[in-house]
């Protein structure tokens, strides 16, 4: 599953949160530090970092902001209902959803990509494959693969 697929936007929220919290403590340390400190190296650092992560703070608040308007957005062209308190949910759910279905697009596309004989059914119907002769036999032992290995039925039309 992807790492999308594992996170809340609760969680995130309440990381970026506590990350915000621990920047203005640095700050006010670092004020502090500005008023009574006599070493300047030491408190122009300490200045620098607190301003640092205060900025990144706002960036990541900023940014939390547009992935939960990006969210309801994606929610609402898969036509997923949600009311805004379930925003953060459905979009999680819409993420594992997502991540499922790349994970089974990656493995079609593994087994088309090894088995060649298996993108000639996905690019014509099967009649049209069984109908010529060649081909037959690479369907066949498809099929006979298929049904040995993964313990598959065919179903040709």
Known sequence: ??????????????????????????????????????????????????????????????????????????????????????VDAKALELCVLLSEFLVALEKARKEITQHPYLAVMCNSSTAEVLAKPEQESAVNHCCQNLVQKKGLRPHLQ
């Open 1 to 86: 599953m992807h790492k999308a697929a594992k996170r809340s936007f609760a969680s995130l929220s309440d990381d970026i949160g506590a990350f915000s919290r621990e920047a203005e403590f640095f700050a006010s340390c670092a004020a502090s530090a500005d008023r009574a400190s006599s070493n300047d190296a030491v408190v122009a650092k300490l200045l620098r970092i607190s301003e640092q992560a205060t900025t990144q703070a706002a960036v990541l608040a900023q940014q939390l902001a547009d992935a939960r308007e990006a969210s309801k957005l994606t929610l609402i062209f898969f036509a997923m209902q949600a009311r805004p308190a379930e």
